[in-house]
């Protein structure tokens, strides 16, 4: 996977996390300006920048792919009764947010005419609603995350095509592959298992969450630390996932 920015390539493999996400970051501006779509009206789009720079950066982990592929599906039915199957209120949001990170990934990188897709964008118009009215039941006040999933809920259309648009400019592989081929390619990645002993996955969070602490918060880290916290609650279920999380989502 090759990026167009100041040299004709920029090459993903053997780069750290956080070159990768600034890199993200500078790809999202720039095709923002290209639009002039630089902020929506009345409001400011940092961070949804953030969180989208974020989020592609967590879809080039395998481990991440592992994490969400359990809860991921094509159809309604199935999320709705996932939601209603569990007593975990992190869960049910868990559950709705990467499903439309996924559908917003899919529509905006892997398609090429995302605007022929208008189910699937509705679909994950309604997920990151009901992401959000998760989130604001969990935390019982408005939240950073809650107020970037009505951004992205209500703004759908635009965040798509600022993607297309990126896709267009940098993602090179979206030329050199058919688009099945590359479905198929995202099929096989999100099938990946890998299993992670726990006392790894605690050592990257507290890691991290203390890197978080010092004041280390942008997208990347907050991707990261979201998915950590949901594997350490699925590998042992008395860890206190909402304390961190709160945290976390302090201001």
């Not at 939601?83 to 899919?106: F, G, H, M, Q």
């Not at 099929?187 to 990946?192: P, T």
């Amino acid at each position: 996977m090759a990026f167009h920015l100041n040299t004709r390539y920029y090459e993903i493999q053997g780069k750290r996390e956080e070159q990768v996400y600034g890199r993200l970051v500078e790809m999202l501006l720039k095709t923002r300006l290209r639009m002039k779509l630089e902020s929506a009206p009345g409001s400011t789009d940092e961070d949804v920048n953030a969180y989208l720079a974020g989020l592609l950066t967590a879809y080039l982990d395998p481990v991440y792919l592992s994490s969400i592929s359990e809860v991921l599906s094509r159809y309604d039915e199935e999320i709705f009764q996932a939601v209603s199957k569990t007593e975990d209120r992190y869960r049910a949001y868990w559950i709705y947010k990467v499903n439309a990170d996924d559908l917003l990934v899919s529509l905006g990188v892997f398609h090429h005419i995302w605007q022929e897709k208008q189910a699937e964008v509705l679909r994950m118009k309604r997920y990151y609603s009901h992401a959000c009215e998760c989130n604001r039941r969990i935390y019982r006040k408005p939240t950073a995350l809650a107020d970037i999933h009505t951004k992205l809920a209500s703004g759908t259309e635009r965040y798509l095509s600022i993607l297309s648009a990126m896709r267009s400019t940098y993602f090179h592989f979206s030329y050199r592959l058919h688009e099945n081929e590359m479905a198929e390619l995202q099929e096989q990645v999100r099938e990946l298992e890998k299993k992670i002993p726990y006392q790894q996955v605690q050592d990257e969070f507290l890691d991290l969450y203390s890197r978080w602490l010092k004041g280390e918060r942008d997208g990347a880290i907050l991707q990261r630390l979201l998915t950590l916290v949901n594997q350490l609650k699925v590998m042992e279920p008395s860890f206190e996932a909402e304390k961190f999380l709160s945290r976390i989502q302090e201001p």
